[in-house]
């Protein structure tokens, strides 16, 4: 199965990125997960955790705040002014 | 007697305590480079992923936003100046001021009136020796810009845009600040930041296929709180920039100071010999004649 290319990132550097299974955050209009896969999509994330799990199972969960999520073609882009890793 | 040395001697201390400083500040320069030029690469992604996601919206939708569209009559124009807080820079600030001069003049050329938001001591500086007015002023933080500023900037910038033109709203923003293009270039650039001019690498959408683009909520919402947040980080981006231009720049003054102390210090060591030279010769020539004048006499 294809993996997910994910990269968070923040104003002022690169929090995380890599590949991982799958990604769950909380938009304005409710919690999605995306797998690979997924059609290309923009949302506006409501601040709070972003979840990502790993291809060998492992997860890793991110804050992020006022931002957004990017989908296309099975790269993942969360952008927030302000991000860290939790 | 000795008085020319002496002068001579005023001269080299006076260029050796100047070198001494210029040194200093040219090291100092050169050691904050780097950690300029990291931040800037360091806030890439950012502004790329952004970048990103507005020419998606651009490319994939057609509605009709305000911050997109250009409006027919443009009245007024704001005008972001990005300049340092310190001299000592060689050319970095008179060339970014010059630029924006430049750039009000065909605005005014074009029936458009200009509002000066400065960012600076030097700007704020220059513009109060003529006397002008300008609508917001930053100081203080320009060496080491943080996020907050940017978006401080942005949010006074995007206040004013979406003003009514009646109410001295504006309907265009320009920045003028200086590019980092090497240690050894720093050009003044002006860039129109909204209305959106060009969207580096839109991807011309396929006529046959038209991609499904999903947007949540809906694509106005999204325009909506993707657009402030491409303001902030094209300013962010710009102001990293021009901190670290200030640093290249103020490096290359300081070394050129340097060395131009440097010259003036041989310079100056050179006409002291001299002096020293003279003063011996005419010493020994007063000896020589003093006794051949006592040897006369007898």
């Given amino acids: ?86 | 007697m000795g008085a020319q040395l002496r002068v001579y001697r005023q001269k080299i201390k006076s260029a050796q305590t100047t070198k001494k400083i210029t040194k200093a500040m040219e090291l100092i320069a050169a050691s904050r480079i780097q950690k300029a030029q990291a931040r800037v690469t360091a806030s890439t992604p950012y502004s790329r992923a952004i970048t990103r996601a507005v020419s998606a919206v651009a490319t994939f939708s057609n509605v009709d936003h305000v911050l997109t569209t250009e409006p027919e009559t443009i009245e007024r124009a704001a005008v972001v100046i990005l300049t340092s807080d310190r001299g000592l820079a060689g050319a970095f600030n008179s060339q970014v001021l010059r630029e924006a001069e430049q750039l009000a003049e065909l605005l005014r050329s074009q029936g458009k009136d200009v509002v000066y938001f400065l960012v600076g001591r030097k700007a704020v500086g220059y513009f109060q020796f003529r006397r002008r007015a300008s609508e917001r002023q930053w100081t203080g933080s320009s060496e080491n810009p943080e996020f907050e500023l940017a978006k401080e900037i942005a949010d006074a910038v995007l206040e004013v845009f979406l003003r009514d033109a009646a109410d001295g709203g504006v309907d265009e923003i320009h920045v003028v600040y200086n590019r980092f293009v090497s240690m050894m270039t720093q050009t003044p650039e002006v860039v129109r930041l909204l209305p959106l001019e060009v969207v580096e690498g839109v991807e011309e959408p396929d006529a046959t296929v038209q991609p499904l683009y999903e947007f949540e909520p809906d694509v106005e919402t999204v325009l909506d709180s993707l657009l402030p947040v491409y303001i902030e980080s094209r300013i962010y981006n710009a102001l990293l920039q021009s901190a670290a231009a200030k640093h290249a720049a103020t490096q290359k003054a300081m070394k050129s100071a340097s060395d131009n102390a440097d010259k003036l210090i041989t310079d100056y060591t050179r006409l002291a010999n001299e002096a020293r030279q003279a003063e011996i010769t005419q010493q020994i020539a007063e000896i020589v004649g003093g006794a051949d004048a006592l040897a006369a006499k007898k």
Wanted: avoid cysteine; charge should be negative; hydrophobic fraction near 50%.
């Fill in chain 1, 1 to 86: 199965m294809a993996a997910l290319n994910v990269s968070v990132v923040s104003a002022d550097q690169e929090v995380w990125s890599g590949e991982a299974a799958m990604v769950v955050a909380r938009t304005v209009e409710g919690e999605i997960g995306i797998l690979p896969g997924h059609e290309p999509m923009l949302a506006i994330l409501a601040g709070g955790e972003v979840r990502v799990t790993l291809p060998g199972g492992e997860k890793i969960t991110a804050n992020a705040e006022d931002g957004f999520l990017s989908v296309q073609s099975n790269a993942v882009q969360v952008v927030a002014s302000r991000a860290e890793l939790s």
